[in-house]
């Protein structure tokens, strides 16, 4: 069975690693890979390999950081069918959406290819008599990023290219449950021309983590997962001097209104929230429905859930694959029934599906409950999972303030056709990222990515301008050239004051 390895100073290695955990085929149960889970002198050696290559890096010119960066950018697009095809076996979503994770990663890409613009400073002259003041912003050093299942490439990408290309050099640690696809990036960063060191990867678990966390020599922290080790991941690195941004999870509220049209409503609520299996960090998981909302558009929900069709990532023609453990299959259908025990209306029911020849993947087919309310636990945490709720409320207002007591507040939408009504939305909710008949509306590479409340941990969001921010330090200088009277000659006698 293949054994993952670490990517440590340009080379595949072992280190001093002998723990593995099992990589799973989410389509068939079985297990596929062993990887690698880091010991501390492993994570010792990646952050040695990277303080010692941020000397040179640190120091090398935009333009030549530049042009490695244009370079990733053509070898992701050149093998993006064979990288999706990575992404599929192991984290179990179709290869459609592999790739779709896979271009919106790029854009980031090509956000760092114009680094050169990014980090422009500002130049005030003559700011005081005979002084000129002007800032720049420099890289901290070896940075760290640790990352979860859900999008094995994609979160990654939010974050390397741009630290790298502001100068800095990168461990990253993948979620072990799909390593695979992020030693595959490392070979393309060196065919791209990127110094050994610059890029790491350390596989591991908790003995990985904290090892960064606790590092000297690490500088900051991107994390990008649960809340409860967001949360973890921010107390323990700031309470080791280091900057740090810690994304957590979500329950993202899409509110329908009566104006709305429902066909296309319903059409984007089911994509949004049984897309790659609800194992999206935007996923949209309670459809708050408005007035007489309710009534027409959960049986048009329903009837969209039932017709998706459930299969194995690898097949093309499947919209929806399994979830990544059988655990995650379990706790799905757990949630069904607690939502049924506390008084929901299960109106489709994924707990018994069966996909035929695949009878031990993780497979649980879309499920959707109406009548549910904000004390039921369905409600309550993130399943993270393909299940829908809805949620019936009287008015934009209830349904504005239901958001806003959730504790978490990364995405939410509104479908609607009535400007003053998304207006007084976007203005009134407590959401890091809103659509306006967007379901998913993540933002684009030159804005940045990240949510309020429970879903971010630490001041700047991802990628786009906060994360050039996250990833450098400014200095402002200040300064004075006196003029020289060179009309003045130098004397022989000893000099008095004159
Ligand atoms: P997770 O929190 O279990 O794991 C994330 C990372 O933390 C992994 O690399 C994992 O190895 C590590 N980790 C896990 N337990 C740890 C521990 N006890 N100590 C130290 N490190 C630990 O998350 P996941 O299950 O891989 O991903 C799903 C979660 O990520 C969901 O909650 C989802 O909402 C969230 N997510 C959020 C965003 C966002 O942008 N806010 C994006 C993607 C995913």
């Given at each position: 069975m293949k054994t993952i390895q670490h990517w440590i100073d340009g080379a595949s290695t072992s280190g001093a690693s002998t723990r593995t955990a099992p990589v799973w085929d989410p389509a068939t149960g079985r297990q596929q890979a062993a990887v690698l889970l880091a010991e501390q002198a492993d994570v010792d050696a990646a952050v040695e390999a990277a303080a010692k290559a941020f000397e040179g890096w640190g120091d090398s010119s935009l333009t030549k950081r530049t042009r490695v960066m244009f370079s990733l950018r053509e070898l992701l697009a050149r093998h993006e069918d064979e990288m999706a095809r990575i992404i599929a076996a192991e984290h179990g979503k179709v290869v459609d959406d592999a790739k779709g994770e896979i271009v919106r990663g790029r854009e980031v890409v090509e956000y760092a290819c114009g680094i050169i613009s990014a980090l422009k400073g500002g130049y005030s002259d003559q700011i005081s008599t005979g002084i000129d003041t002007f800032d720049f912003r420099q890289p901290l050093g070896v940075v760290a990023g640790i990352t979860p299942f859900n999008f094995p490439i994609m979160v990654p990408l939010w974050m390397h290219p741009i630290a790298i290309a502001c100068g800095n050099t990168f461990v990253l640690k993948p979620s072990e449950r799909d390593p695979s696809v992020s030693d595959f990036v490392a070979r393309l960063y060196a065919d791209a021309g990127l110094p050994d060191g610059v890029f790491n990867v350390l596989h591991g678990d908790k003995t990985a983590v904290d090892g960064l966390l606790d590092h000297p020599d690490v500088q900051a922290i991107s994390f990008v997962g649960s809340t409860p080790i967001a949360k973890y991941v921010h107390e323990r690195a700031t309470a080791s001097g280091k900057r740090v941004q810690a994304l957590g999870g979500a329950k993202n509220h899409a509110v329908v209104m009566p104006d709305a049209d429902l066909e296309f409503a319903a059409d984007h609520l089911t994509a949004a929230a049984f897309g790659s299996a609800g194992q999206r960090?935007?996923?949209?998981?309670a459809a708050v429905a408005v007035g007489e909302a309710a009534d027409a558009l959960v049986p048009v929900l329903a009837d969209k859930a039932k017709a998706i069709k459930v299969g194995p990532?690898?097949?093309?023609?499947?919209e929806m694959g399994p979830v990544i453990t059988a655990q995650a299959r379990d706790r799905v259908a757990s949630f069904v029934g607690s939502g049924e025990e506390q008084g929901a209306v299960v109106v489709v029911d994924g707990r018994d599906l069966e996909v035929e020849g695949h009878e031990e993947g993780f497979f649980v087919g879309p499920s959707l409950l109406d009548r549910v309310t904000a004390d039921m636990d369905v409600y309550r945490?993130?399943?993270?999972?393909?299940l829908l709720v809805v949620v019936r409320a009287a008015d934009l207002d209830e349904a504005i303030a239901l958001i806003n007591a959730n504790p978490y507040g990364n995405g939410t939408a509104i479908f609607t056709g009535d400007g003053e009504v998304a207006r007084r939305f976007q203005r009134g909710v407590t959401v890091g990222m809103i659509g306006v008949n967007v379901p998913i509306p993540v933002p684009m590479s030159h804005y940045s990515f990240g949510g309020w409340k429970d879903s971010l941990f630490g001041g700047d969001h991802i990628h786009g301008p906060e994360g050039v921010h996250f990833y450098t330090r400014a200095k402002v200088v200040t300064s004075r050239w006196p003029h020289v009277d060179r009309s003045v000659a130098a004397a022989f006698d000893f000099p008095t004051h004159g």
């Open positions: 960090c935007m996923a949209i998981s990532g690898q097949d093309a023609t499947n945490q993130e399943v993270f999972g393909p």
